[in-house]
């Protein structure tokens, strides 16, 4: 009887596979979607900006409008002409009616944080900084 060589024909040992199974991957439970809407605000709330939170909300629909109740909102303008920063207003136009219609998913939510990083001032974001303050 020959012996299974232990050795790979570059003389090196040969790794053992592991094996995992399907059923037990397929089966796990996902306990953040069973915490609470206010855990999860509190911890979308560490996420840098408000993009990134409303990226990661698209993952569960059970998380879908829980954004609308974040405490802060952070929003980076890079925009450098008249024409992109419409589109950057209207987003944060959209998150401001978002976030008070999620005053109706959390009885005490409450906006105290807004942020707002602009790149280049131009004299027609003047109007729109005044609305948002």
């Not at 596979?17 to 999860?40: G, Q, Y």
């Not at 979308?44 to 879908?64: A, D, E, H």
């Amino acid at each position: 009887m020959a012996e299974q060589s232990s050795i790979n024909n570059c003389g090196l040992p040969k790794k053992k596979r592991i094996k995992f199974k399907r059923t037990s991957i397929a089966k796990a439970e996902d306990r953040l979607s069973k915490l609470p809407n206010i855990i999860l605000v509190h911890i979308l709330s560490f996420l840098p900006t408000t993009n990134g939170v409303v990226r990661t909300c698209i993952l569960s629909k059970r998380w879908k409008l829980i954004w609308y109740s974040l405490p802060k909102l952070s929003f980076c303008d890079t925009t450098t002409t008249v024409c992109e920063f419409q589109k950057f207003q209207n987003y944060v136009d959209n998150c401001f009616e978002h976030c008070k219609k999620g005053m109706y998913f959390i009885a005490d939510s409450a906006l105290i944080s807004f942020k707002l990083q602009i790149k280049s001032f131009l004299r027609s974001k003047a109007c729109s900084l005044d609305k948002w303050n």
